[in-house]
């Protein structure tokens, strides 16, 4: 195991070697105080870290799946013991606070491996049936076998659980694995690195290569990359896109999510929902609620239920065990909150409740009176923001709710069954909660977008396809 260093470079072939690219410091959001620098990978060593997983996968996909079983399940526990050093690297980096980083770590992280090694042992393929000839010397067998080289690449508001996706599931499967985390969480992310290596998975089958976009995307681009998993903004994604080619894909993007309350919503918990959907993570979250649509009538009541909220949340110190919004982990994310909040204001919206920021704290806000036209309505903010539209019809709400061109999580909030089926069946999402937050998700269930907010599934088995390829066998048994 390495200790967490001042300089970090690559992880290739089993080994920490310095990058060959340029300097970039990390910086804590909280304090501005440097954490340490990475080097850069320039494009050779991407393909040295490329060609060290492509070796390493010729060995790896043929290893019993019970070893790679054991590996998972050992790994399980070594990630559990070193759950609090990960997550304050977490907290530190991101700013995220710190219950939330061991959340991050505790039922995401170490729980794919427990979930891989299950779902890897339970994965069958299929027989078929001749269906072409009236014979019974024809048995096809449907197989899927890993992919290859996956390249990862991930963001900084989940910096290790995003990853650790198709990470562990790729390795599981037989995949072997190069890395680029986010330029701003490379340090949690080398601890990660370590605790697969000090499990036991086999030189080469995890590298990582540090950087910002160039880095990630001669990854991508990399002819002997097998399969992409990338989460990010819908511009990068955009670019990964056309970078990777006919490779196979999950593109995980934004989100500018609607949480619609209607007339006859429980509003306390419709409120409790849109605090968590809003200010969870301060705002930067994809699955966050970027607009409420709440039903005319209630709306001044529904709004002040939140301002409760709001006023409740304690903005602080990531560290502490009681902060519930830390700071925002980058200048432009700050600055676009900033600037959508003006835009709005200048279109006729009124701050009701917060609205100010010092240095990267910004406070929870509720922006009243929003319109369609409003960037704020239109754009993912990423910031701790309650932009309130209403509507008058059901019909309404599902309009403005399907007007964005992203489409990753939505919310629903009534006590009509007949209603909640209508919306959620209306809505071009790829997750429709009813009476729960837009912020919440399960690990077993399909998660991705529609739309702009993205391509494939991940989570559990639902990444399987993207990590594999599936291969049909033929067999032309004797005739009885
Ligand atoms: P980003 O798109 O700026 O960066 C994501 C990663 O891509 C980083 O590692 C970055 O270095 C890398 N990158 C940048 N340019 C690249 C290129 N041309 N080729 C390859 N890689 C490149 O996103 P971010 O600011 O780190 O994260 C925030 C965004 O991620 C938000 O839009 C958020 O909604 C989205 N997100 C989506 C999900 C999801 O599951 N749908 C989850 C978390 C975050």
């Not at 072409?132 to 096809?140: F, L, Q, V, Y």
């Not at 835009?343 to 910004?362: C, I, M, N, T």
Request: proline fraction near 4%.
């Amino acid at each position: 195991m390495s200790t967490v260093g001042t300089q970090l470079g690559a992880f290739i072939g089993g080994q920490w070697v310095a990058g060959d690219g340029e300097e970039i410091e990390v910086l804590n959001p909280t304090t501005g105080d440097v954490i340490g620098t990475i080097v850069t990978s320039s494009d050779a060593q991407v393909d040295h870290a490329v060609q060290a997983a492509k070796e390493a996968f010729e060995s790896w996909r043929r290893r019993a799946v019970l070893e790679r079983v054991e590996l998972c399940r050992h790994a399980f526990t070594l990630c559990e013991e070193r759950l609090e050093e990960t997550s304050e690297m977490i907290s530190r980096e991101v700013g995220k606070p710190i219950r939330d980083s061991r959340i991050e770590m505790r039922r995401g992280t170490v729980e794919h491996f427990r979930r891989a090694a299950e779902d890897v042992l339970r994965k069958a393929g299929k027989v078929l049936p001749d269906s072409m000839e009236t014979s019974n010397t024809k048995r096809i067998i449907v197989v899927q076998e890993p992919v290859g080289v996956v390249a990862a690449i991930s963001p900084w508001n989940f910096p290790i659980d995003i990853a650790a996706i198709p990470i562990i599931y790729g390795l599981a499967l037989g995949c072997t694995v190069v890395w680029k985390p986010s330029e701003y969480a490379p340090f949690c992310a080398q601890l990660f690195a370590d605790v697969l290596h000090d499990a036991g998975f086999p030189n080469g089958t995890v590298n990582v290569v540090n950087g910002r976009g160039d880095t990630g995307s001669a990854l991508v681009r990399h002819a002997d990359v097998g399969a992409v998993v990338f989460t990010g903004s819908v511009e990068t994604g955009e670019k990964v896109a056309r970078d990777a080619g006919l490779k196979n894909r999950v593109l995980e993007l934004g989100g500018n999510g609607p949480q619609i309350v209607l007339k006859d919503a429980d509003i306390d918990k419709a409120a409790d929902a849109a605090a968590r959907g809003c200010f969870f993570l301060s705002g930067q979250c994809c699955t966050a609620a970027e607009r409420v649509l709440v039903e005319e009538s209630i709306k001044d009541e529904f709004v002040e239920a939140l301002r409760q909220r709001a006023g409740a949340l304690r903005i602080g110190d990531p560290m502490q065990e009681e902060t519930d919004m830390g700071p925002l982990r980058t200048a432009a994310v700050l600055a676009r909150t900033q600037a959508h909040i003006q835009d709005a204001v200048d279109k006729g919206a009124s701050v009701v409740y917060g609205g100010s920021f010092h240095d990267q704290f910004h406070d929870p806000t509720i922006v009243d009176g929003v319109t369609s036209d409003m960037r704020i309505a239109r754009e993912e903010t990423f910031g701790p923001v309650a932009p309130i539209m209403t509507f008058s019809s059901i019909e309404e709400a599902i309009a403005i709710a399907n007007e964005t061109d992203f489409g990753l999580t939505a919310a629903v909030f009534t006590r009509s069954l007949d209603d909640a089926w209508y919306v959620a069946e209306e809505l071009r999402h790829g997750t429709v909660h009813v009476n729960r937050s837009t912020n919440t998700w399960d690990q077993l269930a399909a998660f991705g977008g529609m739309k702009k907010s993205g391509t494939g599934r991940e989570l559990s088995t639902w990444i399987i396809d993207a990590l594999t390829e599936t291969k049909q066998i033929t067999f032309s048994p004797r005739e009885r």
